[in-house]
Every structure is written in structure tokens, then in C-alpha cells.
């Protein structure tokens, strides 16, 4: 266990928040022998009563909700066992569509588009009902709202305007999709006929740059 030693005040320069938190462990007189990385009081970051969403929730979220708002402790970020997130935020990045279902129920609609807050909504439920923010099933889901999950997954595969990702082919894009209908998170039914149709094509022809543009064997995808 490495540990180093401080000679200067580390509350200098700090905001008036990150000093409120400081004070929450004790002062240590310099120098100070301190590891060389720690998980402190400062780094957690309560959840205020208003960032909270009551289980009985009026919109039917049902919300894994991490304990703390943030927890910027240095070990625990580094112990993340996958991907390069913790659960604060990861929880904070799914609140996107928290928000939107919140928006858009509070918007008025004429007739035709009453739908567009479950629709936009769904888009990231899975058929098993493992996805958020109500972890629906495919039988809670309406046929619009499993097609716009299905849409809004090879739009994003495929777009070549994320600063995170590259852009995949159309035959990585598929193969990725098929190991989804595989895991139950989207519309098997849905997808074959997203194939069958030639729709996947079409969309490519019009938005994909040539060279995402590949043949891609659907026979392998679809129902015999």
C-alpha cells in the first residue's frame, strides 16, 4: 500500500461545495501521511430528496436508483468491474429519458400524436423486460414503441456523428443486432422484418457513407 506525503493545505483552490464535504472528515496536521489513493468522505456526493423518484411515481418508473448522486472515490472508480462507468453514472446518463417521458407527458397533442410520449419512451426497454426506465416486457410494449427501439439501436450502430464510437457497417451493425433478438431485448419479429423488407438497405443507401455500405447475407437472420 503506497502512501505519500503531504506538505501543503488541500482545501486551497477548492469550491465552496468540495470544502463543505471536506468538513466532514477531521483536519490532519502537516505534513500528513496520506495512501496514495483513497476512497474520502468528500468524494460522496449526497442524493437530494428532489433528485429522488418515489416508487408509486405517477409515470411508472421503476428505477434502480444508486445510493449516492456521485461517488468520486478514487479506488472505487478504478474497481469498475465493467465498461468505464459507475452505477451514479450510469444512472445519471439514463436519466435522459426520465426526463423526456416527464417533457413530453406535459406536452399537449392532437389526436393522432397522443401516442408519442409511450413511443419515444420505450426506446430503451427490452423484450425480457430488463430495460429502463419501467423495465417493461414486450407484451407491456406497443408494436410502435418495439419499432422504435429496434430503429433507435442500428441508428445509433450505424451514425458517424458520435465522438465515442465508430461508425459500423451494415453487416456489423446486423450481426450486432442479431446477438440482441438472441438476448431478448428487441422484436425478433420486428427484426426480420426490418431485413426481409429491405428497409435496413434503404436507410443505408440515404444516410451511410459508401464505404459503411457492405452486402450483408440476411438469410442467416431471418425465418426459414
Not at 10 to 15: E, H, L, R, T
Not at 106 to 130: Q, S
Not at 173 to 181: K, Q, W
Request: glycine share 4%; hydrophobic share 35%; net charge negative.
Amino acid at each position: 500500500e503506497y502512501t505519500w506525503l503531504r506538505t501543503l493545505d488541500d482545501s486551497i483552490g477548492i469550491s465552496w461545495e468540495e470544502s463543505q464535504r471536506k468538513q466532514r472528515a477531521p483536519e490532519h496536521k502537516l505534513p500528513a501521511e496520506e495512501k496514495l489513493l483513497a476512497n474520502k468522505v468528500e468524494h460522496i456526493i449526497e442524493r437530494d430528496e428532489n433528485d429522488k423518484i418515489p416508487k408509486n411515481n405517477p409515470w411508472g418508473f421503476r428505477l434502480d436508483e444508486p445510493e449516492y448522486k456521485y461517488n468520486r472515490g478514487e479506488l472505487y472508480n478504478l474497481g469498475i468491474e465493467r465498461g468505464t462507468l459507475t452505477a451514479e453514472e450510469r444512472f445519471k446518463i439514463n436519466d435522459h429519458i426520465v426526463q423526456t417521458i416527464i417533457m413530453l407527458e406535459n406536452l399537449p397533442y392532437p389526436k393522432h400524436l397522443t401516442e408519442v410520449p409511450t413511443i419515444a419512451g420505450c426506446h430503451h426497454e427490452k423484450m425480457d423486460g430488463t430495460g429502463y426506465p419501467k423495465h417493461l416486457s414486450s407484451e407491456e410494449m406497443p408494436m410502435t414503441a418495439r419499432m422504435m427501439a429496434l430503429a433507435d439501436i442500428f441508428e445509433a450502430l450505424t451514425a458517424s456523428d458520435r465522438p465515442y464510437k465508430k461508425a459500423k457497417t451494415l453487416n456489423e451493425a446486423i450481426r450486432i443486432m442479431s446477438f440482441m433478438v438472441k438476448d431478448k431485448h428487441i422484436d425478433a419479429d420486428l427484426f426480420h422484418l426490418f431485413l426481409s423488407s429491405g428497409i435496413y438497405r434503404q436507410y443505408a443507401e440515404q444516410y451511410l457513407s459508401p464505404e459503411q455500405i457492405d452486402e450483408v447475407d440476411i438469410s442467416q437472420y431471418t425465418h426459414a
